[in-house]
């Protein structure tokens, strides 16, 4: 699976959009961007994935460049519980692949 | 639809026993795979089970760790004779076969393991 690096971590006020920015320039072809992330201690959470085009959910968005090298998750409107680790992974999708998680993103929230 | 579920959310043990983890998949779900946290380090994956089948145990330790998946009942990750350094947090994930084949995984709220 492709390398991904991340900030260390990011501060974001309540009510305020979050984005967070993923670089995945070895990123292959047949590899999608996941994210997720890990509220203090809980198991991880599943947000959002994309091959090449934008993604939105109920969670979040996720901007991809053309090129793939890079990605963005936006969170539109931050609250205190989107305070958690942020993990962008690049992987191929089939079954049994492994998540390998990096060291992600402290995002904190506050008021 | 009741997601992943384990039990028992905390377990602690002596050295040189046994640890018994439990995982029961979302419905639906026929992947299975366990991940450990170590205390302030990130997750890392130990192995991947279909219904009777374990298809990648790479990440999991040589000795003392094993892990089933039966035809009924949950998945199930064993650890013989306990030591202070399988302290961790233990975590389940499911997949399902997904229509686009992306098999996305969801986490069960993990089992945390004290060593006394």
């Known amino acids: 699976d492709a390398k991904t690096t991340q900030p260390t971590s990011m501060d974001c006020a309540e009510g305020r959009a979050a984005n967070l920015p993923c670089n995945h320039s070895?990123?292959?072809?047949?590899?999608?961007v996941y994210w997720y992330r890990q509220i203090h201690s809980q198991g991880p959470q599943y947000i959002i994935h994309g091959l090449k085009n934008n993604e939105t959910n109920e969670m979040a968005s996720l901007i991809i460049t053309e090129d793939r090298k890079s990605s963005t998750l936006i969170l539109p409107h931050a609250t205190l519980r989107d305070t958690a680790v942020y993990y962008c992974?690049?992987?191929?999708?089939?079954?049994?692949?492994?998540?390998?998680f990096g060291k992600g993103t402290t995002l904190s929230v506050s008021s | 639809n009741a997601g992943v579920m384990q039990n028992p959310r905390h377990l602690v043990r002596r050295r040189g026993q046994e640890a018994r983890l439990r995982c029961s998949p979302m419905k639906g779900h026929s992947h299975v795979y366990w991940y450990r946290q170590l205390p302030e380090e990130g997750l890392k994956f130990m192995v991947y089970l279909q219904k009777e089948n374990i298809i990648d145990e790479s990440g999991m330790p040589k000795e003392r760790f094993s892990a089933e998946f039966p035809k009924e009942g949950p998945s199930i990750l064993r650890i013989q004779q306990v030591v202070r350094g399988d302290s961790a947090a233990y975590f389940c994930?499911?997949?399902?076969?997904?229509?686009?084949?992306?098999?996305?995984?969801?986490f069960g709220p993990g089992t945390r393991l004290t060593v006394t």
């Open positions: 994930a499911s997949s399902p076969l997904a229509p686009r084949g992306t098999y996305e995984q969801y």
């Open positions: 070895t990123i292959s072809g047949n590899e999608y």
């Open positions: 992974i690049v992987r191929v999708t089939q079954a049994g692949t492994a998540l390998i």
